[in-house]
């Protein structure tokens, strides 16, 4: 579990993706616009939370498209 909620980050470095056993991932309440593209590494995820930050529908459709198995959380 990594806990990154609220943190004011702006965006995430492209070693997110080395994290690939990581399983559930908090990123809400932060100012992030888009994902590395380092994060389809995290296939093991199974709750990822966007929540409340600044993206658009695409990069969002983008996450969902290439991490089926995960639960998104808007």
Do not use: W
């Not at 199974?46 to 995960?70: G, W």
Request: proline content about 3%.
């Amino acid at each position: 579990e990594l806990n990154l909620y609220r943190n004011r980050i702006q965006s995430l470095p492209s070693e997110i993706g080395d994290l690939a056993n990581l399983e559930h991932f908090y990123v809400g309440k932060n100012r992030i616009v888009m994902f590395p593209v380092e994060i389809l590494g995290l296939q093991r995820l199974k709750v990822f939370d966007i929540s409340s930050n600044h993206l658009t529908l695409h990069e969002i459709d983008f996450v969902k498209k290439h991490l089926k198995r995960c639960e998104i959380r808007l």
